[in-house]
Structures are given as structure tokens and as C-alpha cells.
């Protein structure tokens, strides 16, 4: 219960303190406004908490996903996001499930056919949830006839989402290996 | 606790693997200097090169190429193996991923 509530905590901090530094940037630094889907940094923080604390991680991720458009900015997106958050949270686990069952299981060893302390296997884990992210919240959006303010929802609105989770969680784990650098090298020795 | 601590354990290594290939760890300018002699040195002769040929070329102190070997081997960027011609001298090999 203990773990439970520390990884919760950690989550939730971790994915509302991306998404606060993401509307910053997209609302207030000169060439990124409002270009903020290229990239989505809040996706670093799907793929991190699944992966390193598993799925007992999406409730906090779904809350930290809520809070943004519901709590900070409430009336951000003129449509419902409890599915849509929803889709996006699943969208890590999902990418999980399909490569276990590919037989690609995820763990951490070397010999683990994916290995949690490889970032190339954590890029491949990002660039599938991204691509089911994409497609399933733009077919739920599409189906339900729904937009984002002065957006439409199509194929173009499906590919800015997928590079854009991918940029934005490389830029957030690049920026975390520059930030944690005296603590990666203490947890070395 | 102690699973949480783990799993932090498990993201740092992975975040370690990604600043080792991006090379952002530490090189001072002296060291820097090393490395770049055994790219060019390398590139020359299409094989490895020699110790003495790197201080020669770097222009560096003999005992600060060794400290630089040494550490560019621990961080698996170079390895060092005995010269076919003069087994008490050691060839600098550049590492794949280079």
C-alpha cells in the first residue's frame, strides 16, 4: 500500500509537471505556440511510470491527464477528455500487451527480450503506444464528430500526434539524462 | 519501498545508457584532445595505432594519454590489446559504435 501510494504520488507529480511545462511552452514561447502536439512532452510520462512502475501507475496518470484540462485550465478543449485521457494512458500498456504477445515480454535483464534499462527497447515501447495512441483517440475524436479549437480532425491531425508524442518523450528523456547526471553517475559507482 | 527504489534503479540505468551514447559525459579539453589523436590515427593507418604514436601526435605527456586510455576504456569507447610487433606496447582499437 505504501509502494502503491509513493508511485502514485511520483506519477501523478511526474505527468502534471510535464504538462504544465508543455502549456507553458506552447502558450508562451515564440515559434511553439500553439505547436504544442509536434511535441507532446506529458507522453514521456505514460511510457516512464508503466514501464518502470507498472500498471498500478495509470491511476495517477489518468488523474495527472484530468487535472490539466479540468483543474488548471478548465474549458481547454470544448469536448469531454475522460475517454480520450483514457485512450491515451492505455495506449502504453496496450503497446506492452502487444509486444508480450509478439513475444517480447518486457523485463530487466539482458537477457529479457525487452529490457527496461535499455533505452532503445523503451523507444520502441514510445513509438507503439504513440502510433496506437494517434489512431485510436482520432478515430474515437473523428467517430464523435469532435475538433480541437481551429483543428480538424484527419489523417494530418493523426501523424502531428504520433511524432509528436515520440519528440516529446526523446526530448524528455535526453533533457532528464543532462538534469540527472550527478545522480546517474552516483547510482553507477 | 524497496521495490520503488528498484524501480528508479531500473529508469536511472536506462537514462545511463542514453547519456553514454549521446556522449554527454564528462571530457576535459586535455582528454578531448587524446581521443580526437586516436580517431585521426586510426583513420590513417586503417588498423589501430600505438601508445607512442598517440603522445607523438596529441602532443600530450605520456602519463596523461594513459589516464585517458584508461578511461576511455572504462567507459567502452576504446579497447587495448598487445601489439603483434612489440608485445610490451599496446594498440588502441577504436570501439564499434564509434
Redesign the interface.
Known sequence: M??FL??SV?TYLFGITLWVLWYFVDQNVPFLMGEGSWYYLPHAARV?CVV??GYKAIPALYLAELSGPYLLVPGLYPFSSYLPSFISVISVPLAIQVLRLLSFPLG?TASSPLN????KH?YLITFISAGFNAILVNLYLSRNELNFPGLITNIEQLSRFFVGDIIGTVLV??S???I??P??AQ??N | ?K??YK?????????????K??N?RHFTPNELKVFYTIIIQSHKTNKGSNITEIVENSGMSRSTVYKTLKKLSSEDIISLSPSDRDGRESLVLLNSRI
Open positions: 505504501k509502494n509513493t508511485l511520483t516512464l518502470y512502475f530487466d527496461k534499462r535499455n533505452y523503451i528523456f535526453v532528464l539524462s543532462y540527472l547526471k545522480i546517474i547510482s553507477r | 519501498m521495490e520503488f524501480n528508479i534503479g531500473d529508469a536511472l540505468s536506462m537514462l545511463d545508457g542514453l547519456e551514447d549521446l554527454i
